[in-house]
T-cell receptor, first 113, second 115 residues
Framework: AQSVTQLDSQVPVFEEAPVELRCNYS??????LFWYVQYPNQGLQLLLK??????LVKGINGFEAEFNKSQTSFHLRKPSVHISDTAEYFC???????????FGTGTRLQVFP | DGGITQSPKYLFRKEGQNVTLSCEQN?????MYWYRQDPGQGLRLIYY???????QKGDIAEGYSVSREKKESFPLTVTSAQKNPTAFYLC??????????????FGPGTRLTVT
């Protein structure tokens, strides 16, 4: 079975500062990894995904994430955040041969002017 | 313009009533999913369907029922047996029902309030 831990429930940051949202996962088999963003009262939108290959993955809105197999982590980063990045961010993992996506509990990113 | 639609966006019901949430997709995806979202708990899988006329229970199926009579539709019924039905419900779909390098695509959600 797989599990996901998002270590921070809330991350406050000032506009134009860098940010890192942490995600660790547990799995005995190889996995795909995803980051989704959710704006208030909306569905989830895919930010980026790691399937295989390069461990540095670039996504939409200037976000990127690095897959670290030895540390079983998939942290999300952005070098300079904007007010519009205020949202909830979910890390998710799926084993290669299943359909079940396992979500973390989410990190609320609050960007202040 | 392909996507997933959920209706209505807000739904209010009295305790003891069954209610059905709609989910339609025009992405030609085989697999569809229903999640429940509660504050601080992330998303939890209720039911999923990998192919028409077949579906499986997720982690919290008690008090819910689904059907998959058409590829594009996967309605969820919240029955009176669900003890705490007030939540935000999200429908999703993906191209394949048997693994593979695919992400899930999400609808805009339905917020259900039961009083």
């Amino acid at each position: 079975a797989q599990s996901v831990t998002q270590l921070d429930s809330q991350v406050p940051v000032f506009e134009e500062a860098p940010v890192e949202l942490r995600c660790n996962y547990s799995s005995s088999v190889s996995v795909y990894l995803f980051w989704y963003v959710q704006y208030p009262n909306q569905g989830l939108q895919l930010l980026l995904k790691y399937l295989s290959g390069s461990t540095l993955v670039k996504g939409i809105n200037g976000f990127e994430a690095e897959f670290n197999k030895s540390q079983t982590s998939f942290h999300l980063r952005k070098p300079s955040v904007h007010i519009s990045d205020t949202a909830e961010y979910f890390c998710a993992v799926r084993a290669l041969d299943t359909d079940k996506l396992i979500f973390g509990t989410g990190t609320r990113l609050q960007v202040f002017p | 313009d392909g996507g997933i639609t959920q209706s209505p966006k807000y739904l209010f019901r009295k305790e003891g009533q069954n209610v059905t949430l709609s989910c339609e997709q025009n992405l030609n995806h085989d697999a569809m999913y229903w999640y429940r979202q509660d504050p601080g708990q992330g998303l939890r899988l209720i039911y999923y369907s990998q192919i028409v006329n077949d579906f499986q229970k997720g982690d919290i199926a008690e008090g819910y029922s689904v059907s998959r009579e058409k590829k594009e539709s996967f309605p969820l019924t919240v029955t009176s047996a669900q003890k705490n039905p007030t939540a935000f419900y999200l429908c999703a779909s993906s191209p394949s029902g048997s693994g593979g390098p695919y992400e899930q695509y999400f609808g805009p959600g339905t917020r259900l309030t039961v009083t």
